[in-house]
């Protein structure tokens, strides 16, 4: 298994959606390429699940599997606040995050904040039917509000396990 972060190929400053919709798209080719390997891919990172899904070469892969980990607004701002997030940019954290969240679980929840114009040719029919309760909507969502960072960890590394093992038994969760 390859582990990578979202970020780690570098943010230019003012990096908006059409940024976002490109950089998603190289992970997926990048994803593509540990497949033709025979290896999993396990991206971090703030990937909206319509974007991965909407993306040009996500029907290339064998199968996709997203766990967005959440917490409530009062949680994420202290958590915020405790590395040292400006004031003035709280706001926009704790909205994305309340809309990320409601979009994990509803496919239909406000799509118009990621479906826009840019350069990548998005399909986004992929899942605009969908519900959240969809096998094609494959989407775990993990409360971390009572977690410690290590039990945060243990959930995930359960999580990619038992999805890593759905595939090795030839029974993919999700597409």
Do not use: K, Y
Not at 40 to 51: A, T
Not at 63 to 82: D, F, K, N, T, Y
Not at 111 to 137: A, F, K, N, Q, Y
């Amino acid at each position: 298994m390859v582990c990578v972060e979202f970020d780690s190929i570098g943010v230019p400053e003012g990096a908006d959606t059409a940024w976002r919709h490109d950089a998603t798209e190289r992970w997926v080719r990048f994803a593509l390429e540990a497949q033709s390997r025979g290896e999993h891919v396990l991206l971090f990172g703030q990937v909206p699940p319509g974007e991965l899904l909407a993306v040009p070469s996500a029907e290339q892969l064998d199968g996709i599997a997203i766990c967005v980990l959440a917490a409530s607004p009062q949680v994420q701002e202290a958590r915020l606040i405790g590395r040292g997030e400006p004031a003035d940019s709280l706001v926009h954290h704790l909205r994305f995050g309340q809309w990320f969240r409601r979009h994990s679980e509803d496919p239909q929840h406000a799509p118009e904040v990621i479906r826009v114009d840019t350069p990548v040719p998005m399909d986004w029919p992929r899942w605009e039917t969908l519900s959240g309760d969809d096998p094609r909507w494959p989407v775990t969502v993990l409360d971390t509000d009572a977690l410690s960072a290590g039990e945060v960890a243990e959930r995930i590394e359960a999580w990619a396990r038992e999805n890593l093992a759905d595939v090795e038994s030839a029974e993919p969760r999700g597409r």
